[in-house]
């Protein structure tokens, strides 16, 4: 049953209906929900409302999978909205001239959205207020996307957070408000306004045949964010803080890319969390601490707009990382074929499903920024690329961490060892065995679907011998932290 996330009503059907009924715009943007979604009941309460979903330059900007995971999200909010007697109406162009033109098409005379935060998110939302506002439409955007809005958590003396613990500190007390529920119906324009077909967006394209692979690892929409959450936080929560970094057992809640597009709230994901707590499941604490990391990766890339592309620390500016896409240890380590068995498995779970496990994460990209010292913005710019849970903050925060370059970081010269790290959070080498068929002679649908994935210019096949290391643990190691001692002391 899907209860988890819905807790008291604050707007009733009829209060919406049988309001001012004027016409509303909502403009979708990654807010594909019904529950608590404060944009869509304020215009519920005003009367008719026009959902729209504008393809603009950041939608067209997007990575691969991340483009094939929004066309999965459009296609299944279009469908909750029919549901519900409404449709989502599909339009390109720049966000202020499509508004403006959809206004006048349906007489509306406000527009309502959901806040996002990255810098160009910010800066387009802030021009389209302002020319719906000298246009006389009202413009009004509402908080949703994060437990806590960057801005309203501060230092004792005023400043941003630079270190995650005082900032779990600061937050962990606060009250998040209830959520809200979703509308029952909602009342619409008399005629609606035309709109593009999804399909002919072609947004999956990027993805060539691997994109057949990914769908069936992905479940798209609110409805199963939900149930997962709730499947989440009947079972699996009590353990979560001793599971949720082994690699071999889905202990951990799978939530990123319903988080990620606004399938579901992070207060649904906290009050489910707080109840189960209360209910005395041993690991809800530390799966809010989780939910909590995503808000102070929001917090520093509100703060430090320039995390994505820049070193955090200036510090590092200078250092040796190799910054060259065609280098051979980076297209191996992208392909999965560098002989180190954890790392190839996780870039091959990441190829086939879309994500990676976050312990994976942790260990490709300290593989890849210190064994083979390569930029940690390629790595981010190819997790930008393939993951359907790309979350601009999350991916910037967590490639600067494990580089060294980042917040709270671990020291430079703390190296993963990718087969103690195995050892550890793999003991019986099923993921291993998982995603490398090759090597483990496993040959499951999902295994083998990686061959199906990858672009065929890879030449990937079963046949393959197993790759042989290209760097040595050892000899990775010790040259990495003989170029940090150099850069250190210059
Ligand atoms: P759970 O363990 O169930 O956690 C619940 C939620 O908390 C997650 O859904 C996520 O929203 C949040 N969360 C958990 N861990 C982190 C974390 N370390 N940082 C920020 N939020 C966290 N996460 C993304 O959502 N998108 C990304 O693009 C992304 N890129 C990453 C890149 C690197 C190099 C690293 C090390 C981590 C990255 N993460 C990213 C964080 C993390 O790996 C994923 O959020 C996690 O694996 C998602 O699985 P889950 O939903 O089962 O998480």
Redesign the pocket.
């Known amino acids: 049953m899907i209860q988890a996330a819905i807790s008291p009503v604050t707007v009733s059907k009829d209060e919406g209906l049988m309001s001012q009924n004027q016409i509303s715009i909502l403009w979708v943007r990654r807010d594909f929900r019904l529950a608590n979604n404060a944009a869509l009941v304020a215009a519920v309460k005003r009367g008719a409302v026009v959902p729209v979903f504008i393809r603009d330059a950041s939608v067209d900007a997007l990575g691969s999978a991340p483009k094939l995971r929004l066309e999965m999200a459009i296609g299944a909010f279009a469908e909750a909205l029919e549901g519900l007697g409404s449709r989502l109406i599909l339009r390109s162009g720049t966000a202020a001239e499509v508004l403006e033109t959809l206004a006048a098409e349906t007489g509306a005379s406000a527009v309502f959205w959901n806040r996002l935060y990255d810098p160009r998110s910010v800066a387009r939302d802030t021009d389209v207020k302002a020319l719906l506002k000298d246009r006389e439409i009202e413009a009004q955007s509402f908080a949703g996307a994060l437990l806590f809005e960057p801005w309203t958590v501060e230092t004792k003396t005023g400043g941003p957070y630079r270190v995650y613990t005082p900032y779990w500190n600061a937050v962990r007390g606060r009250d998040v408000a209830p959520c809200l529920t979703p509308p029952l119906e909602m009342s619409t324009a008399e005629d609606w306004p035309q709109s593009e077909a999804l399909a002919e967006w072609e947004l999956s394209r990027g993805m060539f045949r691997g994109a057949a692979v990914v769908r069936r690892h992905v479940s798209a929409g609110e409805h199963a964010a939900l149930e997962r959450l709730d499947e989440?936080t009947d079972t699996l929560i009590a353990k979560?803080k001793v599971d949720?970094d082994r690699l071999d057992i889905a202990a951990?809640?799978?939530?990123?890319?319903?988080?990620?597009l606004g399938e579901i709230s992070?207060a649904q994901?906290w009050h489910a969390g707080r109840r189960a707590m209360q209910e005395g499941a041993a690991g809800a604490e530390h799966?809010l601490k989780?939910?909590?990391?995503?808000e102070?990766?929001w917090h520093l890339l509100w703060h430090y707009p320039h995390m994505d592309r820049e070193n955090w620390r200036p510090e590092w500016d200078g250092f040796v990382w190799n910054d060259d896409a065609n280098h051979p240890h980076f297209m191996a380590w992208c392909r999965g074929i560098t002989g180190q068995p954890v790392v190839d498995a996780a870039m091959r779970e990441l190829y086939v499903t879309g994500?990676?496990?976050?312990r994976a994460?942790?260990i490709?990209?300290s593989y890849l920024t210190k064994h083979m010292r390569m930029h940690w913005r390629l790595?981010?710019q190819w997790?930008?690329d393939c993951?359907v849970?790309?979350?601009?903050?999350?991916?910037a925060?967590?490639?600067q961490?494990?580089a060294g370059s980042g917040p709270d970081a671990a020291p430079y010269f703390r190296i993963y060892n990718p087969e103690t790290q195995a050892q550890k959070f793999d003991p019986k080498g099923t993921y291993l065995a998982r995603w490398l068929p090759d090597a483990f002679g496993d040959h499951s649908d999902a295994s083998m679907s990686f061959y199906d994935a990858v672009p065929k210019a890879w030449k990937a096949y079963i046949t393959d011998a197993p790759a042989e290391p290209l760097v040595s643990l050892t000899e990775g190691r010790a040259v990495a932290l003989a170029a940090y001692e150099t850069y250190k002391t210059q």
Request: glycine fraction near 4%.
């Open positions: 989440f979560y949720r951990t809640s799978e939530l990123s890319d319903a988080l990620s992070p994901c799966f989780e939910v909590v990391w995503r102070f990766a994500k990676m496990h976050n994460r942790m490709v990209a790595g981010l997790f930008a993951l849970d790309w979350d601009l903050a999350s991916n925060m967590g490639w961490w494990v």
